[in-house]
């Protein structure tokens, strides 16, 4: 073939984005359990981390089965669907599944786990910000209203402004802060008080408000509708739990 006519030209051009083509989706499908893995070894890591296990993702795996007791999927209205307990846990529904998928079904993942003795409900968070996805983990007490851990993560909030959400700085302000306006009225509609990220700051006793980001206004704001939206989901379990 003579390599200097156009035909050759194209010939080589089309042959070669083939062959890469074909690379790309054979690296693709090979690294994709992998990948899958890796994600479900993170998710581990951050539901862990909002009680108090810090872990890398190597050990994830198995502090999860040792501290992860149960994972429960509740319906609307609070009753359990499926469970899965133990070793068990990260096999069910309530872990393996997306959240966003699942809440879409009406089907409510929840985490209980013990550490030291304590019990802790750890809820997935997921929800839209400024430009994309954001998601997070937020642990409650015994009490099922005091937050004893969270953690905030994004795919594409603005840098230094709205990605602040995934800083431990914006996550503390949230622990000690409590959902229910009244402790002993109940998990109700009503009594539902929720965290908010508040513009200018919180006042310090406030026991429902956080500091939004400065300069953040609109992931903040998304954050704190994605926590009301997503906790107030559990409200019958726990009702039903009391």
Same mark, same amino acid.
């Given at each position: *073939?003579?390599? /200097?006519?156009?035909?050759?030209?194209?010939?080589?051009? #089309?042959?070669?984005?083939v062959v890469v083509a074909f690379l790309l989706s054979f690296a693709a499908t090979s690294l994709k359990p992998l990948q899958d893995r890796n994600i479900k070894l993170e998710k581990m890591q951050n539901i862990l981390k909002t009680v108090g296990v810090e872990v890398t993702r190597e050990q994830a795996e198995v502090e999860f089965s040792k501290y992860i007791k149960s994972g429960v999927v509740i319906d609307p209205t609070g009753n359990v669907i499926d469970e899965a307990k133990g070793a068990d846990v990260? %096999? $069910?529904?309530? !872990?393996? $599944?997306?959240? %966003? =998928?699942?809440? @879409?079904?009406k089907q409510y993942p929840i985490f209980i786990a013990e550490v030291k003795g304590e019990t802790f409900y750890v809820i997935p968070l997921f929800g839209m910000g400024m430009w994309s996805d954001i998601w997070g983990n937020v642990a409650l007490? @015994?009490? %099922? /209203?005091?937050?004893?851990?969270? /953690? !905030?993560? =994004?795919?594409?909030?603005?840098? &230094?402004?709205? +990605?602040?959400? @995934?800083?431990? #700085? !914006?996550?503390?302000?949230?622990? &000690?802060?409590?959902? *229910?306006?009244? +402790?002993? $009225? $109940?998990?109700t509609d009503a009594n539902f008080a929720s965290v908010t990220a508040i513009k200018g700051g919180a006042d310090p006793s406030d026991t429902h408000g956080v500091d939004a980001i400065s300069g953040g206004t609109v992931t903040s704001v998304a954050t704190s509708k994605m926590f009301h939206d997503r906790v107030a989901l559990y409200l019958p379990y726990f009702n039903n739990l009391k």
């Open positions: *073939m003579d390599t /200097n006519k156009n035909s050759y030209t194209f010939m080589f051009a #089309i042959v070669m984005v990260e %096999k $069910g529904l309530a !872990f393996s $599944g997306d959240v %966003k =998928h699942a809440v @879409a079904k007490k @015994a009490d %099922k /209203n005091t937050i004893y851990g969270i /953690n !905030f993560d =994004h795919k594409s909030e603005t840098a &230094g402004l709205g +990605a602040e959400i @995934a800083t431990e #700085i !914006f996550q503390k302000e949230w622990i &000690g802060k409590q959902i *229910m306006e009244d +402790a002993n $009225g $109940g998990f």
